[in-house]
């Protein structure tokens, strides 16, 4: 059974940097492809960035574009979120999601989900 564990969330200032990471037990990470979502408080959860099983292709949302660097060690299970130029709209919950194969990060249009899930970590974007 896959176990997500997230880690590396915390206090920083806008502006700075942050790399979050979900590591992955149980499974072969590479079968998988990865998903880091974040839900603010009184906010919908919303996906942040998304990385093909191969690691070939990435996604990300508009608002994280250019800031935000999503990218996974097989060798390592784990997969990072290297966030940098924060700011305080980024402050939220971040998640980290997988499904195996690529149907969900191709195909997120016909209803395929990301099976498991991490606890997640606080990430707070504050002066």
């Known amino acids: 059974q896959l176990q997500l564990v997230e880690s590396g969330g915390g206090l920083v200032q806008p502006g700075g940097s942050l790399r979050i990471s979900c590591v992955a037990s149980?499974?072969?990470?590479?079968?998988?492809?990865i998903a880091w979502f974040r839900q603010a408080p009184g906010k919908e959860r919303e996906v942040v960035s998304s990385i093909s099983s191969s690691g070939d292709s990435t996604k990300y949302a508009d608002s994280v574009k250019g800031r935000f660097t999503i990218s996974r060690d097989d060798a390592k299970n784990t997969v990072y979120l290297q966030m940098n130029s924060l700011k305080p709209e980024d402050t939220a919950v971040y998640f980290c999601?997988?499904?195996?194969?690529?149907?969900?990060?191709?195909?997120?249009?016909?209803?395929?989900?990301?099976?498991?899930w991490g606890q997640g970590t606080q990430v707070t974007v504050s002066s």
């Open positions: 149980g499974v072969t990470l590479g079968n998988y492809c």
């Open positions: 999601a997988a499904s195996f194969g690529d149907a969900a990060y191709y195909y997120p249009e016909l209803g395929n989900e990301y099976e498991y």
